[in-house]
Every structure is written in C-alpha cells, then in structure tokens.
T-cell receptor, first 112, second 117 residues
Framework: KQEVTQIPAALSVPEGENLVLNCSFT??????LQWFRQDPGKGLTSLLL?????REQTSGRLNASLDKSSGRSTLYIAASQPGDSATYLC???????????FGQGTTLQVKP | GAVVSQHPSRVICKSGTSVKIECRSL??????MFWYRQFPKQSLMLMAT?????????EQGVEKDKFLINHASLTLSTLTVTSAHPEDSSFYIC?????????????FGDGTRLSIL
C-alpha cells in the first residue's frame, strides 16, 4: 500500500530565503508525482507534475525533483515571498491502482 | 486551461438532511472523476472513484449507501451525502481526468465545505 509522507509538517521562514520541502513515498511503482498548493479553505492548485521517467520539472521559482529509486521528491522554492504562504501537498499516482495518494502537507509561512 | 467546477462551495444544513454536491468538467470530457474528503489540518483522503455509466468504486471504510455517487454523463458527477450528521462535516473535493490523455494531471474543483448542525 502506497504511503506518502511530507517533512516538515510546518515551516516558517523570512522573506527571500530559499527553501526545500520534502516528500517520500513507499512504493516506487508510481505513474507520476504532483505538487499542489492549497490556500486555507480553498481547493488545490496544481504546481508541477513529474512523470515517472523524468527527474525534475521547473516553473518559475519552483523546481521539483524526483528520485524513484529512493522514493523521494523535493520541491525547491527560490527567493520565497509572503504570497507563497500556503500548504503544499505532494501526491503520487500509483502505477498499479491509478489512484492519487496524498501526503499530509507542509504548511509554509513566509514572513515579510 | 482545463477547469472543474464544483457546486455549491459551502453548505450549512440541519442534521438528517441529504446534500448533493456537483462536479462538472467545463471544457473536457471525463470518464473518471474522483471524490476526496479533507478534515481540518489533514490531507485529502480518496473516498471513491466515479465511473461514467457504471457504478462508483468506493475505498475501504467508505459507506456507499451514505455517500451516493452518480456519474451520468461525461462532464458531470454528483456526490450525495444522505441523512447527513455532524460527523459528516468536512471539506469535499472532486477531481477529473481528461479522457483524451491519461498522462495529464487530474484537475481539481474548488471544494465544498459542508457543515452539519
């Protein structure tokens, strides 16, 4: 059974700092891995999707990497801004079941 | 880009009421839609997979008679919480996958916050 874990659960940084959010998964048989952003009381915004054959994806100040062999993904946020404050969720699609399994999320606060 | 519309965004109702939530794919067709539930400060838990023209597939521990799912067309799935009670209060989110490309990510609705008094 696929389990997705995110560390840390919460993170507070000053504006301008570069930061890394971690995601690990127990079953390497994944179809792809996605990173989402969720603002309080809102739905999900897809940030990046990494196919199982890829190692990283970039969008603006965001860079996500994927290492299937070690069961890890990281989301790198460069030059953080207060507007980046939100909960970040990673989710893996299992190759076996096609289901999207979410981690618990990392709640990020960027202080001005 | 692809958009999934979820309605209503918020519902407050009395215990015993049945509540219907709609999930529509606006510019693509979806043979498969997904329903998730999220408790405060927790992650999303998959409740069921909605399949167009056939019965939904429920995750273990989810009561199918409690959470009725109908996927009658390629652009609409509905979740009905029957005889809702306070413990059903939660944030419900749907997602849909474009039938033309399974490599594309699921597109999520904005969620429905259900509060049962």
């Amino acid at each position: 059974k696929q389990e997705v874990t995110q560390i840390p659960a919460a993170l507070s940084v000053p504006e301008g700092e570069n930061l890394v959010l971690n995601c690990s998964f127990t079953d390497s048989a994944i179809y792809n891995l996605q990173w989402f952003r969720q603002d309080p009381g809102k739905g999900l915004t897809s940030l990046l999707l990494i196919q199982s054959s890829q190692r990283e994806q970039t969008s603006g100040r965001l860079n996500a990497s994927l290492d299937k062999s070690s069961g890890r993904s990281t989301l790198y946020i460069a030059a953080s801004q207060p507007g980046d404050s939100a909960t970040y969720l990673c989710a893996a699609i299992s190759s076996n079941t096609g289901k999207l399994i979410f981690g618990q999320g990392t709640t990020l606060q960027v202080k001005p | 880009g692809a958009v999934v519309s979820q309605h209503p965004s918020r519902v407050i109702c009395k215990s015993g009421t049945s509540v219907k939530i709609e999930c529509r794919s606006l510019d693509f067709q979806a043979t498969t839609m997904f329903w998730y539930r999220q408790f405060p400060k927790q992650s999303l838990m998959l409740m069921a997979t909605s399949n167009e023209g056939s019965k939904a597939t429920y995750e273990q521990g989810v009561e199918k008679d409690k959470f009725l799912i109908n996927h009658a067309s390629l652009t609409l799935s509905t979740l009905t919480v029957t005889s809702a009670h306070p413990e059903d209060s939660s944030f419900y989110i749907c997602s849909a996958r474009d039938r033309r490309d399974s490599n594309q990510p699921q597109h999520f609705g904005d969620g429905t916050r259900l509060s049962i008094l």
